[in-house]
Nanobody, 119 residues
């Protein structure tokens, strides 16, 4: 079983920064892809950023150049550094990982952390 616990959300003014953390337990962290998703009120959950076991990353177009995902395998933790925040970044942010067994994907989610960008 995999457990994910996010932290670091909060209220920030437009143009500000926040750093989210996600601590993982229950599995071999270093070999799995980790991701950050977000869900704004009335919208579908969307991928924000993803990092593979080898350190390759990809980002949603809306956050490229502003957000950076990273991981520390020694601490079983993945981070999301968010700079130049905009009101449209307001959402609940979720940490994610997944496993594939017998051709089926199993997603694991944290409880989410609220990010609010407002003046």
């Amino acid at each position: 079983q995999v457990q994910l616990v996010e932290s670091g959300g909060g209220l920030v003014q437009p143009g500000g920064s926040l750093k989210l953390s996600c601590a993982a337990s229950g599995s071999i962290f270093s070999i799995y892809t980790m991701g950050w998703y977000r869900q704004a009120p009335g919208k579908q959950r969307e991928l924000v950023a993803r990092i593979t076991s080898g350190g390759s990353t990809n980002y949603a177009d809306s956050v490229k150049g502003r957000f950076t995902i990273s991981r520390d395998n020694a601490k079983n933790t993945v981070y999301l550094q968010m700079n130049s925040l905009k009101p449209e970044d307001t959402a609940v942010y979720y940490c994610n990982t997944y496993r594939v067994r017998d051709g089926l994907r199993y997603d694991y989610w944290g409880q989410g952390t609220q990010v609010t960008v407002s003046s």
